[in-house]
């Protein structure tokens, strides 16, 4: 059993879009943070766990069918990323 590592670039196109919708609502681009995800290699593929950085700042958001970008948005919302 091993760990499968994601980068940005490796997330569903919806994953893509949505969190590139967020960050523009709130001021940033998707270049301001550092996407990586990582999953159990014999897991569903919505059961990783999503890890976004900027700066000094990192927080880890478990996927849930795109629920990260939910729980993403709560925390540019009070501005845990400054």
Same mark, same amino acid.
């Given at each position: 059993?091993? =760990?499968?590592?994601?980068?940005? =670039?490796?997330?569903? =196109?919806?994953?893509?879009?949505? %969190? *590139?919708?967020?960050?523009?609502?709130?001021?940033?681009?998707?270049?301001?943070? *550092?996407?990586?995800?990582?999953?159990?290699?014999?897991?569903? *593929?919505?059961?990783?766990?999503?890890?976004?950085?900027?700066?000094? #700042?990192?927080?880890s958001?478990?996927?849930?069918?795109?629920? #990260? =970008?939910?729980?993403?948005?709560?925390?540019l919302?009070?501005r845990? %990323?400054?």
């Amino acid at each position: 059993m091993g =760990i499968t590592q994601f980068r940005y =670039i490796d997330l569903p =196109i919806g994953d893509r879009a949505a %969190f *590139e919708l967020v960050c523009a609502r709130h001021g940033f681009a998707p270049v301001h943070f *550092e996407i990586s995800a990582s999953a159990p290699a014999d897991e569903p *593929e919505h059961e990783r766990v999503v890890t976004v950085r900027r700066g000094g #700042w990192t927080q880890s958001y478990q996927d849930g069918r795109g629920q #990260w =970008i939910r729980q993403f948005e709560a925390d540019l919302t009070c501005r845990f %990323f400054k």
